[in-house]
Each structure stands twice: as structure tokens, then as C-alpha cells.
Nanobody, 124 residues
Framework: QVQLVESGGGLVQPGGSLRLSCAAS????????IGWFRQAPGKEREGISC????????YYTDSVKGRFTIAIDSAKNAVFLQMNSLKPEDTAVYYC?????????????????WGQGTQVTVSS
């Protein structure tokens, strides 16, 4: 059974950092691009970053560029999202998924099923 499980969210003050994890089971990330998405209250889910396992190419949407870093650990079959300089507008539920990863546009999920995600709240 293919499954991705997100973790690492929490409550953090503005300017703080969090590291999100996306652990895969049932498939090997080496053959996929993996993306991170987020959905804020009252807003649609948006793709914010992705990484190609084949060559490590990455994409970031403008709102997170320079603050977030995506990385893959093939040995752990996991993808991580290091989030620094967090802002209140980063508050959302964060999800990961296998994606089409474009270098000039947000990632497109290959699945219509989503995990539970992990809540990130940035507030003082």
C-alpha cells in the first residue's frame, strides 16, 4: 500500500524554524518527484516546493523561496522541508505527495488522495 506520512509540524513564533518530514511506505522515492503542499484556512491547497529524485532539481514558489529548503534522503525513503524565518502567513496544514515537478511552475500531484498532513502554526 502506497502511503506518505507527514510529521514535524507545531506551533512556532514568527522568525522560528521547523523541519517537516515526509516518510514513504509501499514505494521507493528514488523513482518519483515529491512535492510539498499547504492549505491555509479558507484557502485552496497550493503546491510550494518539489524535488526530483533523479537529479535533485528543486522548485520553490516565490512566497517560500530563500526561506524553505527541500531535501531527499534516499536511505530513509523520506523527504524533508526545512522551514526558516517562518511568518504567520505560513500557517497551514502541510502535505506531501508524489508529483510532476516543474522547475517554473508549482508541482502537480499525481494522486487525488491526501494524507492527514501536519499542522504548522506561526504565531506569537
Amino acid at each position: 500500500q502506497v502511503q506518505l506520512v507527514e510529521s514535524g509540524g507545531g506551533l512556532v513564533q514568527p522568525g522560528g524554524s521547523l523541519r517537516l518530514s515526509c516518510a514513504a511506505s509501499g514505494f521507493t522515492m528514488d523513482y518519483y518527484a515529491i512535492g510539498w503542499f499547504r492549505q491555509a484556512p479558507g484557502k485552496e491547497r497550493e503546491g510550494i516546493s518539489c524535488i526530483k529524485s533523479s537529479d535533485g532539481s528543486t522548485y520553490y514558489t516565490d512566497s517560500v523561496k530563500g526561506r524553505f529548503t527541500i531535501a531527499i534522503d534516499s536511505a530513509k525513503n523520506a523527504v524533508f522541508l526545512q522551514m526558516n524565518s517562518l511568518k504567520p502567513e505560513d500557517t497551514a496544514v502541510y502535505y506531501c505527495a508524489p508529483v510532476h515537478c516543474y522547475m517554473t511552475a508549482p508541482p502537480f500531484s499525481l494522486s487525488d488522495k491526501w494524507g492527514q498532513g501536519t499542522q504548522v502554526t506561526v504565531s506569537s
